[in-house]
């Protein structure tokens, strides 16, 4: 039996553990053969050690890994193993020493060295620990068994039971089984896009695309110069740093829990903007250990089931309203314990409460939260110098309830059990929800999801309110437009009087997991001859609705056809199927029956069986 996984990335990986896991306790084949491709080296594109160190990750280090372990459920035993904060004190510092050529070895020496459970990690380190995982199933392989990586493109692959791979650089490979475990890949360029990149030829000013942050050529970028980083998300940040502290800008201590940008005179004059003009909300410092997770009052499957109507369908709203209660038990619980009110009289009343807000006013407790207000937080002004000091206020004030902490601080927890329920809402996402309410679930509460949890660590709004006081950054309003102009661009916004004008413009933008509108060749074959499908969905008086996301036979994760029909022997895992699932770009977390550790087990199961 060969099987093929395409994607070295941290799903990848795993997979491959819970292969060699399936085969050693119980299967049909004599011998196992498993071969992992990626062309940008084991860990994947992401993860990569010879990026910038100053690329972090937004999990603190004590929230994931790579091994299974006794908490969690499915059919097949765990493999206990050093999750990726127990092997940073225990072998990180000496497999470092052990590899020399690992890029900027003898940072990473000092980093596995000095990282506390609640820091969070370089990126390029959970690259090495990649490396480290792979070679440590390599050492243990079970009798009969045999991985190998190969450091490749495979741009096609034809067949139904059996597999003929077509690969960019090495020769022809046949598989019995193929998993399809892609990240991110690059989008392709849009009309608009390609005429900015055009005007930017013809001005010989620069215009970059969505690019993985590491490999982005920052370099062309001249100091002083005005650029447009058009995107507020994760990798904004990255983008940021790239451009400051990797130039040899320095943040330096300041008064109340503030840093201070210390400029090198490399960097050039940022404008950043989004649709929603607002940067992700700061992650709260973390006081959760890696087993503490808010179990669901309200989100339960009972009261899923007790709102779903006859044909087994919950509504955007009552899901939505579900949600909102659970982030409220918790709001009023931890405002509750900081005025040193009965918490436990307090607890009972609200998980019995059709209103939790006035429950909460009983107990003297007046503060609301408002999920819409986060999506328009302040009224707009007229002049941009009063727009960046109420994003100074903004920010700041985000800071401060970051800075109280996840379990402590109300605003910061209630956000932050939007990540320990995620298994309730994938749940009701993929099992109660009808293609309307999938639609408005994908554009209303994705919006705030990603505001509100998924935001990066708190230093990095330090360090973008210091770089905004140091006059490095400003913040455009909403509704961003990039309109080519003889000398550059202009970037009008959603308030008449205040625009900005660039030279150049850097696309600040994740990737698309939308295969068929990125520049992956394989995804674009299988798509193009109808081997993989894309989901859709019917809804009353409207166009039919896709996610763009790949369609899988639940459970088994075999893919299916553009006719329905199911492969027998090509799985489909992870970030191409986003959309048909719901939130695939993690890396599990130990110590709570994480969901994607339970999904690979099952995976591993199917293909084995």
């Known amino acids: 039996m060969h099987v093929v996984i395409i994607g070295a990335g941290p799903r990848g990986l795993i997979t491959a553990e819970r292969l060699l896991a399936q085969f050693k306790q119980a299967t049909k084949y004599p011998q196992l053969k498993i071969t992992i491709i990626d062309n940008t080296g084991l860990g994947g594109r992401v993860w990569q050690p010879n990026q910038s160190r100053n690329l972090i990750m937004n999990t603190v280090v004590q929230q994931f890994g790579f091994f299974t372990d006794k908490t969690v459920n ?61 070679e440590n199933l390599q050492l243990n392989l079970p009798a009969n068994t045999h991985l190998t990586f190969m450091n490749d493109t495979v741009i096609d692959l034809t067949g139904t039971e059996h597999f003929d791979l077509t690969l960019q650089n090495g020769g022809p490979l046949t598989a019995d089984k193929v998993i399809l475990a892609l990240g ?108 503490m997770r ?82 328009k937080p302040f009224a707009p002004t007229t002049t941009n110098a009063s727009y960046q000091a109420q994003m100074l206020t903004y920010l700041s004030a985000d800071l401060d309830q970051a800075l109280l902490g996840n379990y402590a601080g109300a605003h910061a927890a209630a956000f932050d059990i939007l990540r320990d329920i995620r298994d309730n809402i994938r749940d009701v996402y993929e099992n109660w929800f009808d293609g309307a309410a999938k639609k408005q679930f994908l554009t209303e509460f994705a919006k705030i999801n990603n505001l509100l949890s ?61 295969l068929a509108h990125t520049t992956n060749q394989l995804g674009l074959n299988l798509l193009e001859r109808g081997t993989l499908s894309l989901d859709r969905y019917q809804i009353t008086a409207q166009p039919p609705f896709s996610s763009g996301a790949v369609t899988f036979q639940p459970h088994t994760y075999q893919s299916l056809t553009r006719t329905g029909a199911k492969l027998a022997n090509l799985y489909t895992f992870g970030i191409p199927s986003e959309g048909y699932t719901w939130f695939t770009t993690y890396i599990p977390r130990p110590n709570i029956n994480d969901r994607g550790f339970r999904d690979v087990t099952e995976l591993a199961y199917h293909v084995l069986n």
């Not at 072998?91 to 596995?112: G, S």
């Open 454 to 514: 998924v935001g990066p660590p708190y230093h990095r709004i330090q360090q973008l309110i210091a770089l905004m006081e140091a006059g490095i950054v400003e913040l455009a309003p909403r509704d961003i437009q990039v309109i080519p102009k003889s000398d550059g661009f202009m970037v009008n916004t959603s308030i008449a009087t205040i625009n900005y004008q660039v030279k150049h413009v850097v696309e600040a933008r994740i990737g698309s997991t939308n």
């Open 294 to 375: 808010y179990q669901a009052i309200f989100l339960t499957p009972e009261n899923v089931a007790r709102l779903a109507d006859h044909d087994h369908h919950i509504s955007y709203q009552a899901f939505y309203h579900l949600v909102t209660q659970d982030m409220q038990y918790v709001f009023y619980l931890r405002l509750a314990h900081q005025a040193k009110i009965d918490t436990p009289k307090l607890k009972q009343a609200l998980a019995t409460s059709t209103d939790l807000a006035a429950t909460a006013k009983t107990f003297g407790l007046d503060a609301e939260l408002d999920l819409a207000h986060y999506l």
């Open 74 to 134: 499915g059919p097949l035993a765990t493999t206990p193993g050093y999750s990726f904060y127990t092997w940073l004190k225990a072998l990180a510092p000496t497999f470092i020493k052990r590899h020399p050529a690992i890029p900027f070895v003898t940072e990473y020496y000092e980093l596995a060295r000095n990282l506390q459970p609640n820091q969070f990690a370089s990126r390029g380190l959970v690259g090495i620990y990649a490396h480290w995982f792979f």
């Open 184 to 291: 991110h890949n690059d989008p392709q360029l849009t009309t608009e896009q390609k005429a900015l990149m055009h005007h930017a030829e013809q001005l010989n000013t620069i215009y970059l695309p969505s690019i993985h942050p590491g490999e982005a050529p920052l370099a062309t970028l001249p100091a002083k110069e005005p650029v447009l980083l058009r995107g507020l998300g994760l990798i904004f940040f990255d983008y940021l740093a790239r451009l400051t502290i990797d130039r040899g800008g320095k943040f330096v201590s300041a008064p109340n829990q503030r840093l201070k940008y210390l400029p090198s005179g490399k960097e050039p004059h940022i404008i950043a903007g989004s649709r929603s003009g607002l940067p992700l909300h700061a992650r709260g410092l973390n006081q959760k250990d890696d087993y």
